[in-house]
């Protein structure tokens, strides 16, 4: 079982950075991919980010590539985001997970998922 906990959301101006971290408990998410995805009001939960266990390839958004960088540190298991040139369409719930199933964007392959961390973007 892995346990998941976001932290680092907040309130922002557009333009802004923020980074958010992601710490996994009760085992070591060593050998998980892990991914980042958002949850908009009255919209679907969307993929956001991913990076791999293995040959640590990353995939981004389309919406975010050149703006997002996620990377992991897998001796303090964590995941980070860094979102920076924000803009008010970020505004979402943002969620980390892992997937044993591989590197992927789905989120349906992602077993073990945080609470979420509330980034808001003001214009």
């Known amino acids: 079982q892995v346990e998941l906990v976001e932290s680092g959301g907040g309130l922002v101006q557009a333009g802004g950075s923020l980074r958010l971290s992601c710490a996994a408990s009760?085992?070591?998410?060593?050998?998980?991919?892990m991914g980042w995805f958002r949850q908009g009001p009255g919209q679907e939960r969307e993929f956001v980010s991913a990076?791999?266990?293995?040959?640590?390839?990353?995939s981004y958004a389309d919406s975010v590539k050149g703006r997002f960088t996620i990377s992991r540190d897998d001796a303090k298991n964590t995941l980070y985001l860094q979102m920076n040139s924000l803009k008010p369409e970020d505004t979402a719930v943002y969620y980390c997970?892992?997937?044993?199933?591989?590197?992927?964007?789905?989120?349906?392959?992602?077993?073990?998922w945080g609470q979420g961390t509330q980034v808001t973007v003001s214009s």
């Open positions: 997970a892992a997937s044993s199933r591989g590197f992927t964007t789905y989120h349906w392959q992602y077993e073990y």
């Open positions: 009760g085992r070591t998410f060593i050998g998980y991919a």
């Open positions: 990076i791999s266990w293995i040959g640590r390839a990353t």
